[in-house]
């Protein structure tokens, strides 16, 4: 027997406050308890965001929180610049053309990133850009400061959005002090609790230039209901006290979580690459690993050979369908699993290459 | 001691089936598993549902299935007809308003509903109607077979989308039987699931008449996603598991669970108006009982009384805040707990007024 292990970048593995919050009788949202429990996993997250902004607990996925950001951030025909290098940069790009934007796409090779000379091609009249901080996908990773200083030294007005779904609470984050105006995420990836909530994070830049749009996705009047620990719209409560009990132990100890991120994923990728594997990213990000698949090897047969350890893996999507392998301890998990994850890997690359 | 009670029309006292899946360690949604499952919940809200049409299910509050109808089913300035009688079908107002509908909207009293005379004073251009079956902040329950019939008689052409938030698995429910085209409903209501999904329902000729709109609402894309047991974005799969297990034991059985409300509910309106009490519907639905609060008593007074018997009380909305009284047993609960409410509810008369 072997152990079931979910090693897909989100949905991860429960942490053990979560489940404990899970399983505990249903709580009415608008009681005090619930109040205060909103307010602190409010707290906890402009904590792990380093704002002095807002942030708001959304019931949806993070792509609802990306639209949200899309539809209360920008106004129909301004244009807005979206380096697309994976499945997620390429949302971005689909929300804000659904949302009647006028995109300035630029198609980078998948598991690249851009860079702060891909700015001097810009049109001059760019209204902001729409940023994918950790490219689930394929596994890289933004160098945000440097792209962030570079889009604001050009483009002063710049509302600048970032996609932070599996960064926060996974690799270092930043809002104010990167010149970020706003960013996303969501409860199933570094916050290692169920899917179902998502998290917008609004610096006072983007607070003062908020627009309302929209109903259910109209951040204004969450923003007024979120003051006093409620929500616009009936929230995934159970979601929300789950959250915070999770980010009550992870987010005062967040330093020593993300080291742990960066060790698993270079063991991760130091197992990989001496089984001679090619690592997708330029730039690697903590959230997952990802590896070509080798030669003569099929997506089936390796998550097959893993599923028969008990993992779940992930495959590519969009383009890098069936072409390439991600591993992820982006949950609850420790160093010894990376060990495992690195053990099993090994295991399946000699079993089919 | 008394334990704790949620008397409040949603979130209500969950099912054991529910606490049981949302224990269960973290499932990926995009396993056999989870397809099989996403598909049974599907199914069991067809049947709950007498629809042979589809059913989505999305991951957030009702107000975003109702916005994803008014947005998928009707073109900006296009006129519907909107009857206000409570905090929810005002809310359909507000949705159709903001998604740039011409809403013709008809205020009444709240507590009652509007009735098949008032649709004669209607426009003749009418695309459609917005309708709240069983209106949560009034107790009101809408003769919607009727109502529905005489649009229908009128503007043979009409999308009727109807909120039936708190009628799904409470009250008798029809689709296509009813002339109804499209419905929406919550997890956190009849189903006795945390909050967090909604449910949308398409009777064939609402399939027939979608065009896609936003991103994040857009039903078009989950139609397609959902036949497959997959969902456009990640979606609230623990809760979907949670619908699946309380579903699968109460849709067979739910000619009995439609009795039980309808019993537990005149317990309480008897109970009420034996003490003196005034219901504030005209036509009461199964899901809430509500009361209009005795000369001289607040409601912060009722909700500390009821609150030192264990109890969470709902007190008015809206206009009503202050007002009235709100009792439901929607959720896990039998017959014996409403002679329990009723009982709190003598104690508490006895003791204020």
């Known amino acids: 027997m072997n152990r079931r292990r979910l090693l897909t970048p ?14 505990q009788p249903q709580v009415h949202h608008r009681t005090e308890e619930a109040r ?18 807002k942030v708001l607990l959304l019931t949806g996925s993070a792509t609802a929180a990306m639209e949200a950001l ?8 301004e244009e807005v610049w979206v380096p697309v290098y994976g499945k997620f940069s390429e949302r971005w790009a689909e929300i804000a053309t659904a949302a009647g934007l006028k995109v300035v796409r630029q198609d980078l090779e998948w598991g690249s990133v851009p860079t ?45 959005a970032v996609d932070m779904v599996t960064s926060l609470l996974v690799s270092p984050v930043g809002l104010e002090a990167w010149g970020v105006d706003a960013a996303v995420a969501g409860s199933q990836k570094g916050s290692m609790c169920p899917p179902g909530l998502s998290y917008v994070a609004l610096a006072p830049r ?29 929230p995934a409560i159970n979601l929300i006290l789950a959250v915070r009990a999770v980010l009550a132990e992870i987010v005062p100890a967040r330093e020593e979580l993300l080291a742990l991120r960066q060790a698993q994923i270079e063991v991760i990728y130091r197992a990989g690459e001496r089984l001679g594997l090619r690592p997708v990213p330029e730039r690697k990000s903590p959230a997952v690993a990802a590896f070509w698949l080798p030669e003569g090897v099929t997506y089936a047969q390796v998550k097959e050979a893993f599923a028969r350890r008990g993992a779940i893996v992930a495959g590519g999507q ?36």
Request: aromatic share 6%.
């Open 116 to 160: 702060p000379e891909d700015i001097q091609e810009l049109p001059g009249s760019l209204a902001g850009a729409l940023l994918t901080h950790s490219e689930t996908s394929t596994g890289a990773l933004l160098d945000l400061p440097s792209l962030a200083a570079a889009l604001r030294a050009r483009f002063a007005e710049a509302r600048i």
């Open 318 to 353: 969009g383009r890098l369908q069936g072409k390439i392998l991600r591993l992820s301890l982006m949950g609850y998990s420790d160093l010894y699993d990376a060990l495992v994850v690195a053990q099993m890997l090994e295991e399946v690359v000699g079993e089919l290459a």
């Open 70 to 77: 899309v539809l209360n951030l920008f106004q129909p025909g």
């Open 10 to 23: 989100g949905p991860v593995e429960l942490h053990p406050r979560a489940v404990e919050a899970l399983s």
């Open 36 to 53: 205060l429990q909103f307010l602190e996993a409010a707290r906890w997250l402009k904590e792990a965001w380093g704002t002095q902004g």
């Open 206 to 234: 983007a607070l003062a230039e908020l627009r309302a749009r929209g109903y259910y996705l109209d951040l204004s009047r969450e923003l007024r209901a979120q003051e006093r620990g409620e929500s616009a719209w009936t």
